[in-house]
């Protein structure tokens, strides 16, 4: 504890000295707007909620140029959301220890929930969308195993659309053109329809037609993209009664993320597991253009989402009853060449692992719940039941060119989950500023899986497993006054086991992996000071992880999932908001991460590897940010903003074989806008500094050294309206 505070007060210190200094010297503008969250399921004010949260307004989104939820992590610390090579659909995601790196497949499940109109999103596919018309996110960090159960392992990731309303209409348009010949556009109108109804309807598209890598083998740019979104709202209010029901579809079609070639001086990495490989010494295999690939392979990323929800919520004296069902239907394809092919001789090229991939599930879930307040309203309870259903399909056809093998046969796998749960949570108040909750969550995960590895093999697997766990959770919480609120907590959190999907060895195809569980501990302050012109949270955690499950990259070519062993990750996070003088908006955010494995077991590759760090956790992560707003007339407006993401050194796997050094990403924006925010031209740029990042990568022989970047720098002109 004594390294909790000793950072948190250096962290506070250097964070909050240089806003202090200018909110000091305000004048008698408003303060800071007030956020209103859902991260407990019921509306309450973002400084009055006892849980580490990143909340983001649609005006935040905009300024940081959040467009895609993979752009998140920008503001979150601690988050990571890194790009997949085989699809730009979908991402890496790690938080607070839990990690999961191959989201690509049917039997993989994140381990911070994804929800977008509190609907969970069971697939991580189709996960990456752009985000157009949102109201508000929220970013939950540490286990949330009570209220929202299933695979919130390390927190939870809630998208908040716009919801119409009977007594207020807009509409909202924007067109942009940018860089890699980009058009991007959307159009957003809502209002009152009828009597007590509202509705609206936004449509999202965006074309890049020129890629950013060049492809030696085809002769041509990849990494073009196409993404479309369509979302249709009614929303119905009359008294107790509220209705809101929504349909929206999102297609993506895209060249898939393409690995770089790139070369290690000397080159030990693929010789054996015992060096550490740093991303940073990565030199470009041709030349100096660190964006360059070598495999005949067309690769490609083709997804497809349907969702429909509809939320019915009805007020009885002081108890509301509301249900709240979802159904989500994915498509997937991705071709592409795990380590970016290989020149075998001049001008003769070969794909080293060629895989390509069909996938499609369903999913229906169902919520049932009850809130309300007792006791002269000193307890606040919710009680609910919880009901998913998935069923899945996934086909592989693998090349292994490398070998000089010919095509594999179909490897066709089908999954069915199904997931029950009840849960209650209250919210006592002992006094008028302490309370005490206590809560806890039952879930049963019952999971089938089959596997075909078609003629000449003829293998079949079939595994059936159930998984239990009671994820309990104690807090407590003190208003010093109406500005200061102090908590503490301890939760559980459970990620259920599963099955290996993506490896046609029968030897790895049959194994099954444990549940991960999590004991957290987090204590907490939320502040905020002069006038509400200076917001600053803290949080402090430590999550005992038991049974931890990791992917790995093995020589032999296979890569099974399997539990590792036991691990601890302690850290430190501080969030910062000020408006120091009228027109100008500063955010900064730090976040200290210490994770190491207790024990690992001797059969783990991790073990053998020597491993030390758990994969995707960062020592550090910092963000800064700054919006400022000068009026040039009567009806004219300048903006300005800039925003800073640096993430520390983090290992890329479990082996701990790649440490992806640490960067710094830069954007911002320049606009003049109407007094009246009516019109907005706005010209924004994203990695200002042209940094070359990698942020995952394969150095495992016999694969070829080959690493996945970000984009270099963009830019993009938008023309926005908004009445």
């Given at each position: 504890?004594?390294?909790?505070?000793?950072?948190?007060?250096?962290?506070?210190?250097?964070?909050?000295?240089?806003?202090?200094?200018?909110?000091?010297?305000?004048?008698?503008?408003?303060?800071?707007?007030e956020?209103?969250?859902t991260?407990?399921?019921?509306?309450?004010?973002?400084?009055?909620?006892p849980?580490?949260?990143?909340?983001?307004?649609a005006?935040?989104?905009?300024?940081?140029?959040?467009?895609?939820?993979?752009?998140?992590?920008?503001?979150?610390?601690g988050?990571?959301?890194n790009?997949v090579?085989?699809n730009?659909?979908?991402?890496?995601?790690?938080?607070?220890?839990?990690?999961?790196?191959t989201?690509?497949?049917i039997?993989?499940?994140?381990?911070?929930g994804?929800y977008?109109?509190?609907?969970?999103?069971?697939?991580?596919?189709?996960?990456?969308?752009?985000?157009s018309?949102?109201?508000?996110?929220?970013?939950?960090?540490?286990p949330?195993?009570?209220l929202?159960?299933?695979?919130?392992?390390?927190?939870?990731?809630?998208?908040?659309?716009?919801?119409?309303?009977?007594?207020?209409s807009?509409?909202k348009?924007?067109?942009?053109?940018?860089?890699?010949?980009e058009f991007r556009g959307?159009?957003?109108?809502?209002?009152?329809?009828?009597?007590?109804?509202?509705?609206?309807?936004?449509?999202?598209?965006?074309?890049?037609s020129?890629g950013?890598i060049f492809?030696r083998a085809?002769?041509?740019?990849?990494?073009?993209?196409?993404?479309?979104?369509?979302?249709?709202?009614l929303?119905y209010?009359?008294?107790?009664l509220?209705?809101?029901?929504?349909?929206?579809?999102?297609?993506?079609?895209?060249d898939?993320y393409?690995?770089?070639?790139?070369?290690?001086?000397?080159d030990a990495a693929?010789?054996?597991?015992?060096?550490?490989v740093?991303?940073?010494?990565?030199?470009?295999?041709?030349g100096?253009?660190p964006y360059?690939?070598?495999?005949?392979?067309?690769?490609?990323?083709?997804?497809?989402v349907?969702?429909?929800?509809?939320?019915?919520?009805?007020?009885?004296?002081a108890t509301t009853?509301r249900?709240?069902?979802?159904?989500?239907?994915?498509?997937d394809l991705?071709?592409?060449?795990i380590?970016?092919?290989?020149?075998?001789?001049p001008g003769s090229?070969?794909?080293?692992?060629?895989?390509?991939?069909?996938?499609d599930?369903s999913?229906?879930?169902?919520?049932?719940?009850?809130t309300?307040?007792?006791?002269?309203d000193r307890?606040?309870?919710?009680?609910?039941?919880y009901?998913?259903?998935?069923?899945?399909?996934?086909d592989?056809v693998?090349?292994?060119?490398?070998?000089?093998?010919?095509?594999?046969?179909?490897f066709?796998?089908n999954t069915?989950?199904?997931?029950?749960a009840?849960?209650?949570?209250?919210?006592?108040?002992?006094?008028?500023?302490?309370?005490?909750t206590?809560?806890?969550?039952?879930?049963?995960?019952?999971?089938?899986?089959?596997?075909?590895?078609?003629?000449?093999?003829?293998?079949?697997v079939?595994?059936?497993e159930?998984?239990?766990?009671?994820?309990?959770k104690?807090g407590?919480?003190?208003?010093?006054?109406?500005d200061v609120?102090?908590?503490?907590?301890?939760?559980?959190?459970?990620k259920?086991g599963?099955?290996n999907?993506l490896?046609?060895?029968?030897?790895?195809?049959?194994l099954?992996?444990?549940?991960q569980?999590?004991?957290a501990?987090?204590?907490?302050l939320?502040?905020?000071?002069?006038?509400?012109?200076l917001?600053a949270n803290?949080?402090?955690?430590?999550n005992?992880?038991?049974?931890?499950?990791?992917?790995?990259?093995?020589?032999?070519?296979?890569?099974?999932?399997?539990?590792?062993?036991?691990a601890?990750?302690w850290?430190?996070?501080?969030?910062?908001?000020?408006?120091?003088?009228?027109?100008?908006?500063?955010?900064?955010?730090?976040?200290?991460?210490?994770?190491?494995?207790?024990?690992?077991?001797?059969?783990?590759?991790?073990?053998?590897a020597?491993?030390?760090?758990?994969?995707?956790?960062?020592?550090?992560?910092?963000?800064m940010?700054a919006?400022?707003?000068?009026?040039?007339?009567?009806?004219?407006?300048?903006?300005i903003g800039?925003?800073?993401?640096?993430?520390g050194d983090?290992?890329?796997n479990?082996?701990?074989?790649?440490?992806?050094?640490?960067y710094?990403r830069?954007?911002?924006f320049?606009?003049?806008?109407?007094?009246d925010?009516?019109?907005?031209l706005?010209?924004?740029?994203?990695?200002?500094t042209?940094?070359?990042?990698?942020?995952?990568?394969?150095?495992?022989?016999?694969?070829?050294?080959?690493l996945?970047?970000?984009?270099p720098?963009?830019?993009m002109?938008?023309?926005?309206?908004n009445?």
């Open positions: 504890m004594r390294h909790f505070a000793r950072l948190l007060l250096g962290c506070s210190v250097f964070v909050a000295t240089p806003l202090l200094a200018q909110v000091q010297s305000a004048g008698s503008d408003s303060g800071l707007e956020i209103i969250v991260a407990q399921r019921t509306q309450s004010k973002l400084q009055e909620t849980i580490a949260i990143t909340a983001l307004t005006g935040a989104i905009a300024d940081q140029q959040i467009l895609s939820t993979q752009d998140i992590a920008k503001a979150v610390p988050l990571t959301l790009p090579t085989a730009p659909s979908t991402f890496q995601i790690g938080l607070r220890g839990g990690s999961e790196q989201s690509g497949l039997v993989s499940e994140p381990v911070v994804i977008v109109d509190d609907v969970y999103r069971g697939r991580m596919q189709g996960s990456n969308f752009q985000l018309d949102i109201e508000r996110i929220e970013v939950l960090r540490g949330q195993g009570t929202y159960g299933r695979n919130t392992f390390s927190g939870a990731l809630k998208v908040v659309t716009r919801t119409p309303g009977a007594a207020d807009w509409v348009a924007s067109v942009g053109y940018g860089s890699f010949d959307d159009a957003s109108i809502g209002g009152p329809v009828a009597e007590n109804l509202g509705a609206s309807v936004s449509l999202f598209y965006r074309d890049q020129d950013w492809n085809l002769n041509r740019d990849v990494g073009r993209e196409r993404n479309f979104a369509g979302r249709a709202k929303a209010d009359n008294g107790p509220r209705v809101t029901g929504s349909v929206s579809y999102t297609d993506d079609d895209n898939g393409i690995p770089v070639n790139v070369q290690f001086v000397p693929r010789i054996n597991y015992a060096t550490r740093f991303s940073s010494d990565a030199q470009p295999a041709f100096t253009n360059i690939v070598s495999t005949p392979t067309v690769s490609r990323g083709a997804t497809s349907f969702t429909a929800t509809l939320d019915i919520a009805y007020d009885v004296g009853f249900s709240i069902t979802g159904y989500v239907d994915v498509k991705f071709r592409w060449d380590t970016g092919g290989l020149e075998v001789a090229f070969i794909s080293t692992f060629d895989r390509l991939s069909t996938s599930a999913q229906w879930s169902q919520e049932l719940q009850a309300g307040t007792a006791l002269d307890l606040t309870w919710l009680a609910g039941v009901y998913f259903r998935e069923t899945g399909r996934q592989f693998d090349t292994l060119g490398l070998f000089g093998l010919p095509t594999f046969p179909l066709d796998q069915r989950t199904t997931s029950w009840g849960f209650v949570q209250g919210t006592f108040a002992l006094t008028e500023k302490t309370s005490l206590l809560g806890g969550r039952y879930t049963t995960d019952k999971k089938d899986f089959d596997a075909v590895i078609a003629a000449p093999s003829n293998i079949a079939t595994l059936g159930t998984f239990n766990a009671f994820t309990p104690f407590i919480e003190h208003k010093f006054n109406d609120l102090a908590y503490a907590s301890v939760s559980r959190g459970f259920a599963g099955f999907g490896s046609r060895d029968p030897r790895v195809l049959a099954t992996y444990r549940p569980t999590v004991w501990y987090e204590a907490g939320k502040s905020e000071l002069f006038d509400r012109r917001r803290f949080a402090a955690f430590i005992d992880i038991t049974d931890l499950q990791q992917t790995v990259t093995r020589p032999d070519g296979t890569f099974p999932q399997e539990n590792v062993g036991d601890r990750v850290g430190i996070e501080a969030e910062f908001s000020a408006r120091p003088v009228p027109g100008l908006d500063l955010s900064a955010s730090v976040s200290y991460n210490n994770g190491a494995f207790k024990r690992l077991i001797p059969t783990s590759d991790a073990f053998l020597g491993a030390k760090g758990l994969p995707l956790v960062s020592e550090w992560t910092a963000r940010g919006v400022y707003e000068q009026p040039l007339s009567d009806r004219m407006k300048a903006r800039a925003n800073m993401a640096y993430t983090f290992f890329a479990v082996t701990n074989v790649l440490v992806i050094s640490g710094t830069v954007d911002g320049v606009a003049l806008a109407t007094s925010d009516k019109w907005e706005n010209l924004s740029g994203q990695n200002l042209d940094a070359t990042t990698y942020v995952s990568g394969i150095v495992s022989a016999p694969f070829p050294t080959a996945t970047p970000l984009r720098r963009t830019w002109l938008q023309l926005k309206y009445y």
